[in-house]
């Protein structure tokens, strides 16, 4: 059974950091490129971060660029979001998602596995 946990959520100031954990198994995690997709209240979903198969390749949307480093351990299976510098627009469900590397066409990939989410909640 394919899973993917995340956690590490929570609320937040702004300025503040927060680190997500996605914990995967079920499927070759080290074949698959690994990313960040959030949603904010009302809003649709909005693709945050990438990293590849290797964890060499890392890519970023311009929002979260210079504040957000994602990283993963292919040995513990694990993704990896430090947050940092957090702004009420951070504040979203962040999900993470998988899709198979041969197929990793940026914000367009066609994600093959999804977690559940976790909240981030960023507010005085």
């Known amino acids: 059974e394919v899973r993917l946990v995340e956690s590490g959520g929570g609320l937040v100031q702004p300025g503040g950091s927060l680190r997500l954990s996605c914990a995967a198994s079920?499927?070759?995690?080290?074949?698959?490129?690994m990313s960040w997709v959030r949603q904010a209240p009302g809003k649709g979903l909005e693709w945050v971060s990438s990293i590849n198969s290797g964890g060499e390749n890392t890519y970023y949307a311009d929002s979260v660029k210079g504040r957000f480093t994602i990283s993963r351990d292919n040995a513990q299976h694990t993704l990896t979001l430090e947050m940092n510098n957090l702004k009420p627009e951070d504040t979203a469900i962040y999900y993470c998602?998988?899709?198979?590397?041969?197929?990793?066409?940026?914000?367009?990939?066609?994600?093959?596995?999804w977690g559940r989410g976790t909240q981030v909640t960023v507010s005085s």
């Open positions: 998602a998988a899709v198979d590397g041969r197929y990793y066409s940026g914000v367009d990939s066609p994600w093959n596995f």
């Open positions: 079920g499927f070759s995690f080290s074949s698959y490129y």
